[in-house]
């Protein structure tokens, strides 16, 4: 229910984007086969979810994965102004679908090691998720 309601968020934010249009996936790039054989991968967003712990609250870590193609060295500019865009949208409306909140800190990053003519980018996210109250005692 999260990584959807952030992928719809996202879909819903770049619909507009003046450079190209990211697609939005959950998890991972979906594989290619005869039907989407001629869509292109680039650009994407990927909304995976990494990592959750229960205490008091519920805390569930998901990373954006952006990934673009350039036919020139400017490509990690669009990918960043990408990345740029979707920050500003979560820190002003940090609430999805009416439930979620992203929690602070935002971590973006640009790993090192980057593949030619590709660029990727890491946004590190955490999520706060409504409590889902015990039934212990009703036994």
């Known amino acids: 229910m999260l990584i959807q309601a952030i992928k719809s968020f996202l879909e819903e934010l770049v619909k507009d984007s003046v450079i190209a249009m990211p697609a939005v ?7 290619k086969n ?6 292109p991968e680039f650009p994407y967003i990927l909304v995976r979810p990494a990592t ?8 569930v870590t998901v990373h954006l994965i952006f990934g673009s193609e350039s036919e020139d ?3 990690f ?9 979707v920050r500003i949208a979560l820190l ?9 909140r992203m929690e602070l800190p935002f971590k973006w990053e640009f790993p090192p090691e980057q593949p030619e ?20 005692g009703l036994y």
């Open 117 to 136: 003519p590709y660029t990727i980018g890491l946004v590190t996210t955490i999520w706060t998720l409504p409590t889902v109250l015990s039934e212990e």
């Open 73 to 75: 060295d400017q490509g």
């Open 34 to 39: 005869k039907d989407n054989a001629k869509e």
């Open 77 to 85: 500019l669009d990918l960043f102004n990408q990345m740029e865009r």
């Open 52 to 59: 959750g712990i229960d205490q008091n609250d519920c805390k």
């Open 25 to 31: 996936h959950l998890g991972y790039l979906p594989r």
């Open 92 to 100: 002003k409306q940090p609430i999805v679908d009416k439930r979620f």
